[in-house]
Each structure stands twice: as C-alpha cells, then as structure tokens.
C-alpha cells in the first residue's frame, strides 16, 4: 500500500473512532470531570496511572492540570504515580510489578480523592489492582479504557471506553478525552460557582 493511501484510511479510521467515542460518551465525560472539578475544590486530588504509552499520558495530564491547560489560574493538585522510579523499582523488586500502582494508592489516596486509569486493554493487573484498592479507600475511580472496558470496566465510576480493537486509536482518542476532562475541570474550578465533592 502506497503511503499516501495508507495515511488516507488510518486517518478515516482515527476519525471514526473520535466520532463514535465522542458520540456516546459526552455526558459521562461530563459527569467525570464534575466529579474530578468537586474533589479538587475539596481539597482532594487526581492520582493518575497507566503503563507505558498510557503512563505518558498520565504524565501529561498532571501537567496539564498541576500547570494549566488554557487559563492562568491556581495549581490543582494532581500526581502521576509513572513518575518516581526509586518507588517503582522498589515495589517491583520487592513485592511484584502488579502492586506498584496500588502501594501509592494506599500511601497517598484518601476518601474523596480521584483515581484516574489509563489502560488500553482494560486488563492490565498493576492497574487493575490500583483501582480496587482506590475502590476500597473510598476515592472517585475514573478509567479512560479501550476495547471493551475489560476488567477495569466494573471497577471506574466513571468509565469512559474508546471502543476499538486498534491500540493506536485508543490512545490517540485518549489523550483527546483526557484534555477535554482538563479544560472541563479548569472551566469548573475558575467559575463564580464551582462544585462541590460528590458534585
């Protein structure tokens, strides 16, 4: 396939998938970035995770939020747990890979809190167990999952689900989602009247 045809149908396809993402899943979008908006004018914060391209993008969504998106306003507190390679390594050589997402949930989460996953597939264990333990502490679970949710998809009070079978498309719908959640909460948080927790 020639490269021009080939840049023509993945782009055809990438924008399939956003309209039918963003088709379905607007007001659920809507309710999360509520949710994250109440818990941070609480005082609360966003704990975000995800592996590898995912883990990128947790990284860059704290920034987004702990920095601004498009107003100057006041940080939100927000933590990428993909970032501290001496925990990481620790809890991975010491316990196991599937539990170094859900130690900092545990050390650093409180009730009202965001937990915000990032998984492709929606069955990775290091994030799955993160959200069940994010569940049992009492804070706000958010996923931004791909194909059909996958296990994560019962543990997120706000499951937000790109339905592709394509890795690619997923993340790429993802990172849109995740920056439309950002500007939403920045939006909230900078009106004369923003939400409470729970809101």
Known sequence: MEFTERCRREVEDHLETVRRFFGSRTGEMERAARAMAGSLASGGKVLLFGNGGSAADAQHLAAELVNRMTTERRAFAALALTTDSSVLTSIANDSAYDRVFSRQVEAL??????????????????????????????????GLLGKDGGRALPLCDHPLV?????????????ILAGHLLCEEVESLLTSSSPPRAGG
């Open 109 to 142: 989460g409180r009730p009202g809190d965001i937990a915000l996953a990032i998984t492709t597939s929606g069955n990775s264990p290091s994030v799955l167990q993160a959200l069940a333990s994010a569940r049992r502490m009492g804070l706000t679970t958010v």
């Open 162 to 174: 790109v339905e592709s079978p394509a890795t690619e498309r997923i993340q790429e719908v993802h």
